[in-house]
C-alpha cells in the first residue's frame, strides 16, 4: 500500500528528530506526562527575534488560534468518548468484530456513522488553524503530531515523536498523525504495519464497498485518547504564545508557498481518481477544502502584518493582500466546481498546482522582501 502523504515545515526535520530523542528518554524514565513535547518544551520565541516586537497589532492571530484551539478539543474530547464507547461494546465479545456485528448493529451502526461524522466535522477545525501552527517556528511541532507527520515505517526523518500503547500493553512505534491514522481507521484505509480495520457489509447490499468496515477497537481507542491529549497540549502552548511579527512574518512565507504539495495530494485521492485511487488518505475531505482552510488562517496573519508592511509601502501591502486574497478566491472557485459534481482529471489537477503554486510564491517572495526591507527576521 502507498505511504502516508506528508508535509512539514522547512525547519522542521531537527525539531522532529530532537523531539524523538526526547520521547525515547522520557519513556526511559517512565514518565507518561513528561513525554509530550508540550509538556517538556515550552513556547518560546522564533530565534532571531527580539521579545519586544511582541505588539497589540497581533492580537487578531492570537485571539484566533485560541478559539480555534477550544473547538479542537471540544471535537477530540467527544470523538475519544464514542471510541471508548465502541471499545467497550468490543470487549462484550471478546474483541470479535464480525460477531459485534451481527449481535449488536442496531448500535453499532449508527455509533460509527456518528465518529465518521466527528471525524467529517473535526477534520476543518485544525485545517483552520493550520497555516499558523506550521507555520510558526515554536508551535510547529503540533502539526507534525496532529497533521503532517509520518510514520516511522514510512519515513524516520519525518515521523511523529509518539508512540502507541493499547489496552493489553501492545505498543505501537510512531504510528503516524492523528488525522491520518483516525482516517484510516474509521474508512478501512490504515497501512499494513498498523491494526487493520474489519470489512463488514453494513448496508447489507452484498459487497463491501470504501468505508465500510469497524475499526480495531484498541488502536482506535488509543489514537483518540492520545490525539485528545496533544489537542489540549496544543490549547495550552497557544495560550502560552506570545506572537511576534516574525511568527506571521515566518508563517505566511514558510505556508503559503505549499500549493503543488497540496494539489499533489488531491490529485492522488478518491476526489480525482475515485474507485482507481490508492492513497490512504485526503479521501474523506477534500484537499481543496483544506487549502481554502488553510489559507483562511493565513489570511488572519496577514491582517495582523498589513499595517506593519503599510507603514513603509502602502502599495505593496495592498498589493500582496489582494494577491493572497485572489489565490484563496482560485481555490474556492475549484472547490466550488468540485462540490457542485466536477471531477477534475489528474492532468487538470497538475495544472491547477502548478499555478497555485506560482500564485503563494510570488506572494511569499513579496512578504520576505518586505520582513527583510523592515528588518524582521523569517525563520525557513
Known sequence: M??????????APALVALMALAATLTACAGDEDAASPASTAPATQASGTDPETTTAKLVGVK???AS????????TESFEADAVRYSALADGVDGDLERLWAEDAGEVGPLIETLKREWIEGNPLYERMEGIVAGVPSLSRFDVIIDAGSSVEDDPASAVPFDLELADGTTIKQPGAFYNITEGALWGTVPDY???????????DGQVEFGEVLPDPAFFAAATREFDRYARDLQAAAKAWQPTESDAFTSLVVMVPTMSEYFGQWKESRFVLGEQATSENFNVVSRLSDIHDIL??????????HPVIAGSDPAQADQTGAELTGLQAFIDDLWEQEQGGKRFTPEQAEVLGKEAQT??????????????TLGISVVE
Open 2 to 11: 502507498p505511504q502516508f502523504r506528508t508535509r512539514v515545515p522547512r525547519f
Open 63 to 65: 485571539s484566533y488560534l
Open 68 to 75: 480555534q484551539t477550544s473547538k479542537l478539543v471540544a471535537f
Open 194 to 204: 498498523l491494526p487493520q480495520s474489519t470489512p463488514i457489509d453494513t448496508d447489507a
Open 296 to 305: 483562511a488562517s493565513l489570511q488572519v496573519a496577514y491582517d495582523d502584518v
Open 359 to 372: 500564485r503563494g510564491s510570488a506572494i511569499a517572495g513579496q512578504v520576505s522582501q518586505a520582513a527583510a
